[in-house]
């Protein structure tokens, strides 16, 4: 049977898809191997359709069969880079999983100083192997220079690179929109950045002098790099390979560490089956194995960067975060989030260990909206929960899911079976993604009322006897289908991102 997800609706008022058949998603998962390394399991199937159907626009083609053979036909490579730029699409952010810079300022720089007081050496080689759009390789040129004081008498060259040229290019231009700096501490935004004419930020030109940016394809060995790294930061990449991939990868990017150098992956990925090369030394930082007698000492670090266990939920309207059609929430401490369902699907996850939840709210399974809100779509909602749990510090082998809503409201949406698609698509993709589902009150004729408590994972639900704002959320479902169609997700992390 076809996935939910991917139902052509041809009716009045509703979204027409590119059907994307079996065979034809197995040749590109092929092409996309071949090409990059990201192995894509099953349930990629709607992101693939969603992220290639404006290629398939671009190139006035009709069918995913017509493209793998426009792809596998085009001797100048520029659709395979197209196609890799699509699905390689990723989400980042300045200071992500700050512990890595923190240790990089108060245990790597200090090392180096030190070896440079005893060898006359003041030089730093840093790789950012997946740099996306630019803000890995420039908080790390940041937290360089306020760990040195001053670049004055120093070597310093940091490598970034992707394999998406799109994003090399935002990268390379180094400008940004100010919200995309909330992370990064006051002095450092005073100090590192200058402002546009456009009113963007851009990073100071003598932070730009140390980055070189270079397209390089992981799996593409051996690389045209020829120098020692004092650190490489290969961070949420991995995640998308399968396991003969990420053993050579890692054994490549340790060969090209200095004896002493650090590698920083991401808080997706567990390393521990190649202890054979890499040696754990806790926060997803590791070292050449047999690199040192002794392991920095790290105590102080796990102080300073451990997250506070969470306080007990104490219910009061400052712990209360509501949601609305296409929002999401997710949290490590005790919050309560909230919201009204009629036809719409609420998917809650939790982390029963980190003690870490969230909650989305999602109108549809799939489609194309003329608004920017991937997030309305249940595709790309869970797949955007997910992430964001995962930045918390969850780990998704251990979520839990528990799933509301799909009510079948009287009168509303019942002509295009809204609520029967929504509690379909949400199970079935839950269930493909390997996340157990523990719990779950779908269907019925009545509102639902959903709160859900982060820290613990309980939810309190309660039907609601006559709810004007549900079903004002539920005939927006309508609208929504008759909107102009446009491709939204561009914050879906489906490659590996910095």
């Known amino acids: 049977m076809r996935n939910s997800a991917q139902a052509l609706v041809t009716s009045a008022g509703t979204i027409a898809t590119i059907p994307l058949e079996g065979a034809d998603f197995d040749a590109l998962r092929l092409i996309i191997y071949d090409l990059a390394g990201i192995h894509l399991r099953d349930e990629k199937k709607a992101l693939v359709a969603n992220r290639l159907a404006r290629r398939i626009r671009a190139r006035g083609l009709s069918t995913f069969g ?3 053979a426009f792809v596998r036909n085009d001797s100048s490579g520029d659709e395979a880079r197209e196609l890799i730029n699509c699905i390689t699409t990723n989400k980042t952010s300045f200071f992500r999983e700050p ?4 240790f990089l300022a108060r245990v790597m720089v200090p090392e180096i100083v030190e070896r440079a007081r005893r060898t006359g050496q003041r030089k730093i080689r840093i790789w950012s192997a997946a740099c996306s759009t630019g803000p890995e390789p420039w908080t790390i040129a940041l ?11 120093w070597d310093i060259r940091i490598l970034a690179s992707d394999l998406d040229t799109n994003v090399l290019r935002t990268a390379e231009e180094a400008a940004y929109d100010p919200r995309e700096l909330d992370e990064v501490p006051e002095a450092m935004l005073r100090s590192g950045f200058e402002r546009c004419a456009d009113g963007r930020l851009r990073v100071v030109a003598p932070l730009r002098e140390l980055v070189s940016f270079r397209r390089i ?3 593409e060995r051996p690389w045209p790099i020829r120098t020692k790294f004092d650190a490489v ?16 990868l890692f054994e490549a990017l340790t060969s ?5 150098g650090y590698l920083f992956s991401g808080h997706s990925e567990n390393l521990h089956w190649l202890t054979h090369i890499l040696e754990p030394l806790g926060h997803t930082i590791h070292r050449p194995t047999g690199a040192a007698a002794a392991k920095p000492r790290l105590a102080s670090l796990a102080k300073a960067t451990a997250p506070e266990p969470p306080a007990p939920f104490v219910p009061n309207p400052a712990a209360e975060v509501a949601i609305t059609a296409g929002g999401l929430h997710a949290s490590a401490k005790g919050e309560v989030v909230r919201t009204l369902l009629g036809s719409c699907v609420a998917v809650c996850l939790y982390d029963p260990v980190a003690r870490i939840g969230g909650m989305n709210h999602f109108m549809l399974p799939d489609g194309e909206s003329s608004e920017r809100n991937p997030a309305a779509f249940g ?3 869970i797949e955007l929960l997910v992430n964001a749990m995962m930045k918390l510090g969850g780990d998704r082998r251990r979520f839990v899911a528990k799933v509301f809503g799909a009510s079948e409201l009287p009168g509303r949406n019942a002509s295009v079976g809204v609520a029967t698609r929504n509690a379909a698509f949400s199970i079935e993709f839950l269930e493909s993604d390997g996340i157990k589902v523990v719990a779950q009150k ?3 004729t009545k509102p639902l009322s959903v709160r859900f408590e982060t820290d613990s994972g309980r939810v309190l639900v309660r039907e609601v006897e006559n709810s004007s704002a549900a079903a004002r959320v539920d005939a927006s479902h309508v609208s929504t289908l008759e909107k102009t169609r446009r491709h939204v997700e561009e914050d879906i992390t489906f490659f590996g991102a910095s």
């Open 379 to 381: 595709v790309h909602a």
């Open 442 to 444: 779908l269907g019925g």
């Open 66 to 68: 017509e493209y793998v």
């Open 233 to 248: 930061f290969c961070r949420n990449v991995a995640i998308y390979f399968d396991r003969p991939t990420q053993q050579g």
């Open 256 to 260: 090209l560490l200095e004896p002493t």
């Open 217 to 219: 394809n992981l799996i």
């Open 99 to 102: 512990h890595h810079f923190d």
């Open 143 to 153: 937290v360089l220079r306020e760990a040195l004081g001053s670049f004055a008498g």
